[in-house]
């Protein structure tokens, strides 16, 4: 568990000091724009993060958006890269809870597992497909004191290694199988959608999204999002309220506060009224 507990505190280590000194308030984000391409099997860049496409010998310009992070100002910090931190440290905390708790059953396991892995793929997201809105967004920079408040807003997401640490009870078969799937078709929903939509809009441009992920849902993230921390609800302990409290918080920043805005500035496109009669919500609308 020591091993664990020591490769936790490595990973969380190299996520935080990939971000540039994070705690530095007067400086954005040093994240370099990918701009060298992806290289193709004629060792010839076929795709271009900015500025040109080039395959089989044409090339044209881009007219995508350039969601490069821009610097932030001195005194602030974006809710993406606080998230980055917070996130940063999910799997040396779920670690630390079952070495505190000295649990190391199948429940705190898997727990510590899929709790750990949504923080690091988090980090990694956020180098390869971030939502520039929580970096660039004059909305999402905070000074001190309302960084502070955010991070102690998403600090429930705590109390689920918690909760599973302390749990001592036998996790059934039947709990372990749900837990498992959700997890995972949550978050195939949740990551893809959000790539699919960064890489879009970068190469597109604006517009409705109405394709993949987006043909039958309009906020397929959400979904997926839904249905992993359904399951880490059923790994902290099914019949513990307290573990629920997560999904409410969820729900609150999402269903309540996030969708109606992201819908209002969504309806702007034309086609937006078509798009809704054929999609759910959250759920997918197949008939």
Request: charged share 15%; aromatic share 14%; hydrophobic share 50%.
């Given at each position: 568990m020591l091993t664990m507990l020591r490769i936790s505190m490595i990973v969380?280590?190299?996520?935080?000091?990939?971000?540039?000194?994070?705690?530095?308030?007067?400086t954005g984000s040093s994240q370099p724009s990918l701009k060298r391409g992806i290289v193709g099997l004629e060792g010839k860049p076929w795709i271009s993060n900015r500025v040109m496409f080039v395959r089989g010998g044409e090339s044209r310009r881009n007219k995508g958006i350039d969601l490069s992070k821009v610097d932030v100002p001195a005194g602030k910090m974006s809710v993406g890269r606080m998230l980055e931190i917070h996130k940063a440290l999910w799997l040396p905390v779920a670690a630390a809870m079952m070495y505190f708790f000295d649990n190391y059953s199948t429940r705190a396991s898997l727990m510590t597992g899929f709790f750990g892995a949504y923080g690091v793929l988090w980090v990694i997201k956020s180098y390869t497909f971030w939502d520039s809105k929580m970096y660039n967004s004059p909305d999402a920079h905070y000074g001190l004191a309302g960084t502070l408040f955010n991070t102690v807003m998403v600090g429930n997401y705590f109390l689920y290694p918690y909760l599973a640490a302390k749990n001592t009870d036998p996790l059934k078969p039947v709990a372990a199988f749900a837990a498992s799937f959700l997890f995972t078709v949550g978050g195939f929903l949740h990551y893809g959608a959000d790539a699919q939509k960064f890489f879009t809009l970068q190469s597109r441009g604006s517009g409705l999204i109405t394709v993949g992920f987006f043909s039958k849902i309009r906020?397929?993230?959400?979904?997926?999002?839904?249905?992993?921390?359904?399951?880490?609800?059923?790994?902290?302990?099914?019949?513990?309220?307290?573990?629920?409290?997560?999904?409410?918080?969820?729900?609150?920043?999402?269903?309540?506060?996030?969708?109606?805005?992201?819908?209002?500035?969504?309806?702007?496109?034309?086609?937006?009224?078509?798009?809704?009669?054929?999609?759910?919500?959250?759920?997918?609308k197949m008939f």
């Open positions: 969380a280590m190299v996520a935080v000091a990939a971000n540039a000194s994070p705690w530095s308030f007067a906020h397929p993230s959400y979904l997926g999002e839904f249905l992993m921390w359904i399951a880490l609800s059923v790994l902290a302990g099914v019949e513990n309220p307290i573990s629920w409290i997560p999904v409410a918080y969820l729900f609150l920043v999402t269903m309540i506060i996030g969708v109606p805005v992201k819908e209002k500035s969504l309806a702007r496109y034309p086609e937006y009224e078509e798009w809704k009669e054929n999609t759910g919500r959250i759920l997918p």
